[in-house]
């Protein structure tokens, strides 16, 4: 923690600021371990102070042992300002993607005499290069997911609504050390591929059926993301062909990654491998995003994205092919970038098309 304290304060100079407020989950408990649900960081040049009320004193003490702890009640505006005052602080950043307008206003009226200052992306800065712990952390998310897959291609089949398929490897993934689900999953089975976002329904999965499910574990806060397709029953010739297009996208992309190439890149070379089968209008969305502590967070893996790829980045390479009225397919990894190229976290299978 003491590291990322450390980039914070590097970052302040760099954003012209004297002391940042953090209040977005994700970012208070990278910058301070805390993980309560109510906190509020403010990070000058050399301090570092939690704010919580009485329900998180403890866990706060146990979790933050780099902050200096203030309990607050009513009267966490007061407390601020005394300690800006007391530390000579005039120019305050906060987040500006996360503060609300009503906060800010009352931020304004409460934070007399003080210059508030908005910030975007400070702290998601630091979280695009992920450390050793949340390596570790992220592939411990990648291997629950691996191993529930195994596990739901026995219980799978026909006749079988989605949502039950849904529930059923949510519950596996509990079982081996998930603390939850990583979104809501998708379990697009026939037609409903098509929907590159079709939330597990009542619909029951059909013989010949091509079925796509996008799913993902939390552990310890970070998050994994995986997409895999089975068939009920032998796949037909364009059941068959919409694969292997799609797997070839993906390895492609895959291939792609290698610190300092921009996001982009990696982007393209999925994305021209479906344009070249004549798919170019299918595919309407990203290649992938990054993943950590969000299920969605930086870099973005999109045709204009001009970020450059660092070692210890991790990204999701996730191209796929929608045809409405037919379905789709769509096939997703988790890669971390190393200093040789994409080192691809996600284990399981993905050359055949599982058939059950
Ligand atoms: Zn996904
Ligand atoms: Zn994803």
Redesign the pocket.
Known sequence: MKDRLRGMQQSLKRFNIDAMLVNKPENRRYLSGFTGTAGSLMIDNNKAYLFTDFRYVEQAKEQSPDFTLVQIGNDYYQKVLHLLQQRGLKKIGFETDFVTHESFAKLQQELSGIQLFPVKNITEELRLVKDMEEQQLLQKAVDIVDQAWSEILSIAKPGMTEEKLALELEFIMRRKGAEGRA?DF?VASGERGALPHGVASQKEMKPGELVTI???AVYNGYHS???RNFMLGKPNQKQQDIYNIVLEAQMAGVEAVRPGVPAATVDLAARNVIERHGYAQNFGHGTGHGVGLAIHEGPRVSFNEQLVLQPGMVL?I?PGIYLPGWGGVRI?DIVLVTESGGRVLTKTPKNQLPVI
């Open positions: 979104f998708i996008d799913c993902g993301d995986m997409t999701t996730e997703e």
